[in-house]
């Protein structure tokens, strides 16, 4: 089965300042999909990025970046200039072509931002 | 074009109780997901629903639990008989299209079980 595993529970950042987040993955499969959602206090579960695996080229959405090596099975991701409103968990999660129903999450990472 | 829409948003039954959680996905959304919370860990995938029908349930319990999404109206978890090991967060998610990668998530019901 795959696993999605985050060895960072917590990570804190100072305002303006940036932060990586790390998650690695088990699979067999060459083809799928990797994310990060975001956990605000509020519950909501708010996709951040999202990299198909037969792209190369690292995902971008404005402060949010990912680094995606796929050998290594390893796909963090990096905010810059962090915002007080980027607090939050933040938790990595696969998809598969052959276990498309299901997303894999990891336990998150707890992000807090430093004023 | 409101999102996933999930209520009760808070959930207090006791021990032996049923519990109902809805979910209404967006606008043209025929896909329907459940996933759950536990304390200090990842959503884990429960059932996924098309429109009158379950498409892959290998994640909910064989026993007590049971989920549907009728023609007309929410998609409904139901827990009979409630015990405080069900007591998380039950998340539900949806998507236009089966492969579509993206999932759409409410804010979750907190079920409590006393």
């Known amino acids: 089965a795959q696993t999605v595993t985050q060895s960072q529970p917590e990570m804190s950042v100072q305002e303006a300042e940036t932060v990586t987040l790390s998650c690695t993955y088990d699979?067999?499969?060459?083809?799928?999909?990797l994310f990060w959602y975001k956990q605000p206090p509020s519950r909501q579960m708010i996709l951040v990025i999202r990299q198909e695996a037969y792209k190369q080229q690292n995902a971008t959405e404005n402060r949010f970046s990912v680094n995606f090596q796929k050998a290594a099975k390893s796909f963090s991701l990096k905010i810059s200039d962090s915002q007080l409103g980027d607090a939050a968990m933040y938790f990595c999660a696969y998809r598969g072509p052959v276990t498309g129903n299901q997303f894999y999450f990891g336990t998150g990472t707890s992000l807090t931002v430093i004023p | 074009n409101a999102g996933v829409m999930q209520n009760p948003r808070h959930l207090v039954r006791r021990r032996g109780q049923e519990a109902r959680l809805r979910c209404s996905p967006m606008?043209?959304?025929?896909?329907v997901y459940w996933y759950r919370q536990l304390p200090e860990e990842g959503l884990k995938f429960m059932v996924y629903?098309?429109?009158?029908?379950?498409?892959?349930e290998s994640g909910m319990p064989k026993e007590r639990f049971s989920a549907e999404f009728p023609k007309e109206g929410p998609s409904i978890l139901r827990i009979q008989q409630v015990v405080r090991g069900d007591s998380a967060a039950y998340f539900c998610?949806?998507?236009?299209?089966?492969?579509?990668?993206?999932?759409?998530f409410g804010s979750g019901t907190q079920l409590s079980v006393l």
């Open positions: 629903l098309q429109k009158e029908n379950i498409i892959d």
């Open positions: 998610a949806s998507s236009p299209f089966r492969s579509d990668e993206k999932l759409f």
């Open positions: 699979t067999s499969e060459s083809d799928y999909y």
């Open positions: 606008k043209g959304h025929s896909h």
